[in-house]
């Protein structure tokens, strides 16, 4: 989708997300991200769309003109607050082919299924089977998929049947906010799964770590692995900046294991890399290294995760192999998007 084309260049977008008569709506996908998973959706005229996460009503008001005025969209958010907006700003623009609905997406929306194409703009746990089973034969998923139980590791994942079984079409980088059983206000939050330990003083921290079945029921271990981090004993910068983050968030999960470790420290910066419940060393996306000492054993252990990296070319999200593995779990019966080493040349 460029801007050039016609049925993009038919969608206000400022009209959706700094509406005069709404305001602004703050923390709101990237428009970039949402043409191009349109894009990947290959919406036809007349297929039935299942929007999960209305926002501002501007992805809808695309889908809708992809589907035509024979196709439908249906869209579904926690909020009712949004779905409230959205549906006004759609009704003043005319659209008459877009109903907005108040509904949890972990569940679909069986009243309208099936659907030729389904669109995520949040992330769940897992591909829920829910999904799947309100998906025309010959229909089509774009979500964004965790890869490893840790915030802002994901993938933007295209999904086809073959059987009646999801299987994986292609992958992107990536990135959408976790989705949540309630509403939740228009700010930053704190992530709503797999932080193990945060504090709010002097400012929000947070961290997440591979080895969480491993630290102690008061998360002593996520403690002082991120007091660490925030006091780190040792600093340095990296060679070779800037860095590709996507690349090297999927490389890292590969790299990293059960000791890879997410965290967003004081000053808002994110990193990555080796933490146990004495040792700590992280990346941060401008490049610089964190560690609690020049000799920390997580330090070696992220600096050979780097040099792996570079070694591989930095790969693109295409270089990864992926599976959607089944996962029965009490909390969100689906599939658990997994990713491996490329095992052909990139």
């Not at 840790?150 to 086809?160: A, H």
């Not at 509403?183 to 400012?203: N, Y």
């Amino acid at each position: 989708m460029t801007a050039a084309d016609p049925l993009h260049a038919s969608v206000p977008e400022q009209f959706y997300v700094h509406n005069p008569d709404r305001g602004e709506t703050l923390h709101r996908s990237a428009a970039e991200a949402i043409h191009r998973d349109v894009i990947a959706l290959n919406v036809s005229e007349g297929d039935h769309v299942l929007e999960i996460g209305t926002g501002t009503g501007y992805s809808g008001a695309l889908l809708a003109a992809r589907a035509g005025a024979t196709g439908r969209v249906t869209s579904i958010d926690i909020s009712d607050h949004l779905v409230d907006w959205a549906d006004r700003l759609h009704r003043q623009r005319g659209i008459t082919t877009i109903t907005c609905h108040t509904a949890d997406g972990m569940n679909g929306y069986p009243p309208r299924a099936p659907y030729q194409r389904i669109a995520a703009w949040c992330t769940p746990p897992r591909l829920p089977r829910a999904w799947v089973n309100q998906l025309a034969p010959d229909g089509r998923i774009v979500a964004c998929l965790p890869i490893a139980a840790q915030p802002s590791t994901t993938l933007v994942t295209t999904i086809t049947l073959t059987a009646g079984q999801p299987h994986v079409e292609t992958v992107t980088f990536g990135g959408y906010a976790q989705s949540t059983a309630t509403a939740v206000d228009d700010a930053l939050t704190l992530p709503g799964r797999w932080v193990d330990h945060h504090t709010d003083q002097p400012k929000p921290a947070w961290i997440s770590i591979g080895w969480r079945g491993h630290d102690n029921p008061q998360h002593t271990g996520a403690r002082t692995a991120l007091n660490l981090l925030r006091n780190p004993g040792h600093t340095e910068t990296y060679h070779r900046t800037p860095l590709n983050w996507p690349s090297w968030t999927t490389y890292s999960v590969i790299a990293g294991g059960p000791h890879r470790s997410t965290a967003a420290l004081d000053d808002g910066k994110r990193g990555i890399g080796h933490t146990t419940a004495t040792t700590a060393a992280v990346i941060l996306t401008d490049g610089t290294i964190l560690a609690d000492t020049a000799a920390s054993p997580s330090l070696t252990a992220l600096r050979t995760w780097l040099h792996q990296w570079e070694q591989a070319g930095r790969p693109s999200a295409a270089w990864f192999d992926t599976s959607l593995v089944t996962n029965e779990g009490n909390d969100l019966p689906g599939w658990d998007l997994r990713i491996t080493a490329s095992l052909s040349p990139s």
